[in-house]
């Protein structure tokens, strides 16, 4: 499975765009992008998962790059819960496609 | 509709004794997996179920961990003479269809385990 490199930690302004950046340039064709994030004492939340297109959902958009190497999450009006840690994961089928973590992002949205 | 249900929530146990954590999967759901988390890092994979045949038990650390899915729903995972190396979080995830690349893992909440 391909691996991924984030930043370890980012700040944001409640009521602003959260950018979160991820690198998993060894990508294969079949493997997609999964976002999660964790909030303190919770199990990892899903948020959205791409492929090569730009996905949007009520939580979030992923923008994913022509040559896939890098993607963005984007959490159009960051409020104060969505502080967290957010998983960036390269996920293929081999193996029932179990998930390989990183580090992460620990995300602070500050008022 | 109900999500992942990870029973106990907190669990204390002292060294040497054994433990059972159990995991109710969303319905319906086929693959089965669990995960451990150390403190401040991310979830490390365990072992994975289809149905009930234990397809990936390769994250396994040690043979006094076992897990099983014995009718294909509920799991349980088990470790023998706990170590204080054992404390973590344990977190199981379900996703309705099995090695379909596109299907997301739900998780629950996990339990967390303290071996004094």
């Known amino acids: 499975d391909a691996k991924t490199t984030q930043p370890p930690s980012m700040d944001c302004a409640e009521g602003r765009a959260a950018n979160l950046p991820c690198n998993h340039s060894t990508i294969s064709g079949n493997e997609y992008v999964y976002w999660y994030r964790q909030i303190h004492s919770q199990g990892p939340q899903y948020i959205i998962h791409?492929?090569?297109n730009n996905e949007t959902n009520e939580m979030a958009s992923l923008i994913i790059t022509e040559d896939r190497k890098s993607s963005t999450l984007i959490l159009p009006h960051a409020t104060l819960r969505d502080t967290a840690v957010y998983y960036c994961?390269?996920?293929?089928?081999?193996?029932?496609?179990?998930?390989?973590f990183g580090q992460g992002t620990e995300l602070s949205v500050k008022p | 509709g109900a999500g992942v249900s990870q029973s106990p929530r907190y669990k204390v146990a002292k060294r040497g004794q054994d433990v059972a954590l159990r995991c109710d999967p969303i319905?319906?759901?086929?693959?089965l997996f669990w995960y451990q988390q150390a403190l401040g890092q991310g979830p490390e994979f365990l072992t994975y179920?289809?149905?009930?045949?234990?397809?990936?038990k390769s994250g396994l650390p040690s043979d006094r961990f076992f897990a099983e899915r014995p009718e294909g729903s509920v799991s349980t995972l088990k470790i023998q003479r706990t170590q204080q190396e054992d404390s973590a979080v344990y977190l199981c995830?379900?996703?309705?269809?099995?090695?379909?690349?596109?299907?997301?893992?739900?998780f629950g909440d996990g339990t967390r385990l303290s071996i004094l």
């Open positions: 179920f289809q149905n009930e045949a234990q397809l990936d």
């Open positions: 791409g492929l090569k």
């Open positions: 994961i390269v996920r293929s089928g081999n193996q029932g496609g179990k998930l390989i």
């Open positions: 995830a379900s996703s309705l269809v099995p090695r379909v690349s596109n299907q997301p893992q739900h």
């Open positions: 319905s319906g759901h086929v693959s």
